[in-house]
Protein backbone atom coordinates (compact mmCIF):
# COMPACT_ATOMS: atom_id res chain seq x y z
CA UNK A 1 0.00 0.00 0.00
CA UNK A 2 2.40 2.48 0.60
CA UNK A 3 4.33 1.70 -2.97
CA UNK A 4 1.02 2.38 -4.10
CA UNK A 5 0.69 6.26 -2.21
CA UNK A 6 4.02 6.97 -3.19
CA UNK A 7 3.76 6.06 -6.67
CA UNK A 8 0.37 8.08 -7.23
CA UNK A 9 1.62 10.87 -5.23
CA UNK A 10 4.59 10.79 -7.77
CA UNK A 11 2.78 10.81 -10.99
CA UNK A 12 0.57 13.57 -9.48
CA UNK A 13 3.39 15.34 -9.25
CA UNK A 14 4.95 14.71 -12.60
CA UNK A 15 1.62 16.08 -14.03
CA UNK A 16 1.09 18.92 -12.33
CA UNK A 17 4.65 19.90 -13.39
CA UNK A 18 4.39 19.13 -16.94
CA UNK A 19 0.81 21.21 -16.14
CA UNK A 20 3.11 24.42 -14.52
CA UNK A 21 1.22 24.23 -11.19
CA UNK A 22 3.17 25.55 -8.18
CA UNK A 23 4.91 22.50 -6.50
CA UNK A 24 3.71 24.73 -3.40
CA UNK A 25 0.14 23.61 -4.29
CA UNK A 26 0.85 19.88 -4.80
CA UNK A 27 2.35 19.42 -1.92
CA UNK A 28 -0.67 21.02 0.24
CA UNK A 29 -2.99 18.26 -2.13
CA UNK A 30 -0.82 15.48 -1.26
CA UNK A 31 -0.52 16.55 2.49
CA UNK A 32 -3.93 18.29 3.86
CA UNK A 33 -6.57 19.62 1.62
CA UNK A 34 -7.92 21.67 4.00
CA UNK A 35 -4.53 24.32 3.87
CA UNK A 36 -5.25 25.12 0.43
CA UNK A 37 -5.80 29.19 1.20
CA UNK A 38 -8.69 29.67 -1.66
CA UNK A 39 -11.90 28.73 -0.01
CA UNK A 40 -13.10 27.99 -3.43
CA UNK A 41 -10.52 25.50 -4.55
CA UNK A 42 -10.33 23.97 -1.23
CA UNK A 43 -13.96 22.97 -1.44
CA UNK A 44 -14.12 21.99 -5.24
CA UNK A 45 -11.23 20.01 -3.83
CA UNK A 46 -12.97 17.87 -0.47
CA UNK A 47 -16.16 17.53 -2.85
CA UNK A 48 -13.99 15.62 -5.66
CA UNK A 49 -12.01 13.47 -2.82
CA UNK A 50 -15.25 12.75 -1.16
CA UNK A 51 -16.88 12.05 -4.74
CA UNK A 52 -14.17 9.49 -5.73
CA UNK A 53 -13.80 7.62 -2.16
CA UNK A 54 -17.19 7.74 -1.17
CA UNK A 55 -20.03 8.66 -3.63
CA UNK A 56 -23.00 7.15 -1.57
CA UNK A 57 -21.93 9.84 1.23
CA UNK A 58 -22.60 12.85 -0.63
CA UNK A 59 -24.88 15.12 0.52
CA UNK A 60 -27.40 17.96 -0.48
CA UNK A 61 -25.16 20.16 1.74
CA UNK A 62 -21.91 19.27 -0.67
CA UNK A 63 -23.68 20.19 -3.34
CA UNK A 64 -25.27 23.29 -1.86
CA UNK A 65 -21.63 24.67 -0.33
CA UNK A 66 -20.31 24.78 -3.66
CA UNK A 67 -23.50 26.55 -5.52
CA UNK A 68 -22.92 28.49 -2.92
CA UNK A 69 -19.08 29.37 -3.92
CA UNK A 70 -21.04 30.33 -7.36
CA UNK A 71 -20.56 26.84 -9.17
CA UNK A 72 -23.50 25.89 -11.48
CA UNK A 73 -24.82 22.73 -12.37
CA UNK A 74 -22.41 22.28 -15.37
CA UNK A 75 -19.50 22.75 -13.36
CA UNK A 76 -20.26 20.88 -10.31
CA UNK A 77 -20.94 17.61 -12.94
CA UNK A 78 -17.96 17.98 -14.47
CA UNK A 79 -16.10 18.01 -10.99
CA UNK A 80 -17.86 14.53 -10.99
CA UNK A 81 -17.04 13.60 -14.10
CA UNK A 82 -12.97 14.20 -13.55
CA UNK A 83 -13.13 12.52 -10.19
CA UNK A 84 -14.61 9.34 -11.86
CA UNK A 85 -12.19 9.49 -14.74
CA UNK A 86 -9.01 9.69 -12.29
CA UNK A 87 -10.55 6.96 -10.64
CA UNK A 88 -10.55 5.04 -13.99
CA UNK A 89 -7.39 6.31 -14.62
CA UNK A 90 -5.51 5.11 -11.41
CA UNK A 91 -7.47 1.76 -11.49
CA UNK A 92 -6.34 1.41 -15.54
CA UNK A 93 -2.78 1.92 -14.68
CA UNK A 94 -2.54 0.15 -11.44
CA UNK A 95 -3.97 -3.46 -12.89
CA UNK A 96 -2.46 -3.21 -16.13
CA UNK A 97 1.06 -2.28 -14.12
CA UNK A 98 1.13 0.92 -16.85
CA UNK A 99 4.46 2.43 -17.52
CA UNK A 100 4.77 5.66 -17.08
CA UNK A 101 5.37 8.32 -20.92
CA UNK A 102 8.57 8.96 -22.07
CA UNK A 103 8.10 12.61 -20.79
CA UNK A 104 7.33 11.87 -17.17
CA UNK A 105 10.00 10.20 -16.94
CA UNK A 106 12.28 12.72 -18.36
CA UNK A 107 11.24 14.93 -15.34
Same mark, same amino acid.
Given at each position: $?????? @???? +?????? @??????????? +? *??????????????? $?? +??????? +???????????? *?? @???????????? &?? #? $??? &??????? $??? #?????????? @?? &?
Amino acid at each position: $MIGSVT @TAKR +RISRVA @TCLGVDPGMIE +R *LVRDVTTIPDPVLRD $MV +RFSLKCS +RDPQSLETADYE *LL @TRHGLNHSEIVE &LV #A $MSG &LAVYANI $MAD #ATAMEPDKIF @TS &L
